[in-house]
């Protein structure tokens, strides 16, 4: 198999390219879609958590000036990152910032039995959902990067 001027292959690199656009097109078309929802906000979902933090992320539900903030660091959050990956712009940046954003959705709407949730848009799952994979999939473009080689950071930081 041909090898680029990285360690990785050429098509290991292309398909972690791929990869890195397809994540940052998820994350786009969600930041986008909260956006053009004119009535999204995060209070309804961070009312409904459980878990042991569920405390916490209820509280924050019930200050609607924090609210305001949260849905709009949320929808533009999402819109940038999503843009940085598809882009190779910053992008061990922009995937630790992501890897936030899932987290915070992971810890207060938590996987783990005994837990069952009002709205179960995607299905029930025990530990491993679909946050906790775009998790560990954001800190594989932090570990392998591809950006230095096809993206805007090649442009920005060289070729390494």
């Given at each position: 198999m041909a090898k680029s001027k990285s360690s990785l292959s050429v098509l290991q690199l292309s398909t972690m390219v791929v990869l890195r656009i397809a994540t940052g097109w998820l994350l786009l078309y969600e930041g986008i879609g909260r956006v053009m929802y004119s009535n999204f906000s995060?209070?309804?979902?961070?009312?409904?958590?459980?878990?042991?933090?569920?405390?916490?992320?209820?509280?924050?539900?019930t200050q609607p000036g924090l609210?305001?903030?949260?849905?709009?660091v949320n929808e533009w959050g999402l819109i940038i990152i999503g843009l940085g990956l598809i882009f190779g712009l910053l992008?061990?940046?922009?995937?630790?910032?992501?890897?936030?954003?899932?987290?915070?959705?992971?810890?207060?709407?938590?996987?783990?039995?005994?837990?069952?949730?009002?709205?179960?848009?995607?299905?029930r799952y025990l530990i491993v959902d679909e946050l906790f994979i775009c998790f560990?999939?954001?800190?594989?473009?932090?570990?392998?990067?591809?950006?230095h080689l096809i993206g805007i950071d090649r442009m920005i930081f060289g070729k390494k």
């Open positions: 995060l209070s309804g979902y961070l009312a409904g958590s459980k878990g042991f933090l569920s405390g916490y992320f209820k509280s924050l539900a609210m305001q903030t949260l849905n709009f992008v061990k940046f922009f995937s630790l910032s992501g890897m936030i954003f899932v987290l915070i959705g992971y810890l207060s709407h938590p996987p783990f039995m005994g837990l069952s949730y009002t709205s179960m848009v995607q299905g560990f999939l954001l800190a594989v473009f932090i570990l392998f990067p591809t950006s």
